[in-house]
T-cell receptor, first 115, second 115 residues
């Protein structure tokens, strides 16, 4: 059972373009929505995260848009650069224990930014 | 060290053998997580420790898998009677607090190959 559904599976963007990755969830009890970035041979690293009490969060070129009613959130990468080429995962906490931090991850989006 | 470290980085073993994978979390982090990542997939939660105790082991696939954290710092994931389906990257993460929203810092992983 996929707790968070991520799309697209892969994405190719020209340098300078906007990369958009989407994630949908079912459990309305989720209270934290991080995006992780992973380079080959490395562990995932937190990129940006949002709580459901706000609709948008921006950090530099990275923005999360959150739609609580639709149970969706998305990552926007503005002015995409070749160095952004990586796999991106959305995630949400399992909430097996209230407030617990164990994460469900999406299946990932492989982003390639071409020069 | 500054980050989460995992040893070995690669482990090749034969079907039926026993393996141990080690995780050294960031100093002072009380929460420690093990995840498993198969090729082309997102990390899947295995077990979470708060201090020395396993607070949630619901992700362990079967009783061949168990993990310990005897002194509340280093953790070892142990797999008995390995099977080819156990081949994956095993990731360890730690966070300052187990509360939802606290950043999980991942190690580089141990790539396990069962022949």
């Amino acid at each position: 059972q996929q707790q968070v559904k991520q799309s697209p599976q892969s994405l190719i963007v020209q340098k300078g373009g906007i990369s958009i990755i989407n994630c949908a969830y079912e459990n309305t009890a989720f209270d934290y929505f991080p995006w992780y970035q992973q380079f080959p041979g490395k562990g995932p690293a937190l990129l940006i995260a949002i709580r459901p009490d706000v609709s948008e969060k921006k950090e530099g070129r990275f923005t999360i848009s959150f739609n609580k009613s639709a149970k969706q959130f998305s990552l926007h990468i503005m002015d995409s650069q070749p160095g952004d080429s990586a796999t991106y995962f959305c995630a949400a906490p399992t909430n097996r224990a209230p407030g617990a931090n164990n994460l469900f991850f999406g299946t990932g989006t492989r982003l390639t930014v071409i020069p | 060290g500054a980050g989460v470290s995992q040893t070995p980085s690669n482990k090749v073993t034969e079907k039926g053998k026993y393996v141990e994978l080690r995780c050294d979390p960031i100093s002072g982090h009380t929460a420690l997580y093990w995840y498993r990542q198969s090729l082309g997939q997102g990390p899947e939660f295995l077990i979470y420790f708060q201090g020395t105790g396993a607070a949630d082991d619901s992700g362990l696939p079967n009783d061949r898998f168990f993990a310990v954290r005897p002194e509340g710092s280093v953790s070892t994931l142990k797999i008995q009677r390995t099977e080819r389906g156990d081949s994956a990257v095993y990731l360890c993460a730690s966070s300052q607090s187990p509360t939802s929203g606290h950043t999980q810092y991942f190690g580089p992983g141990t790539r396990l190959t069962v022949l």
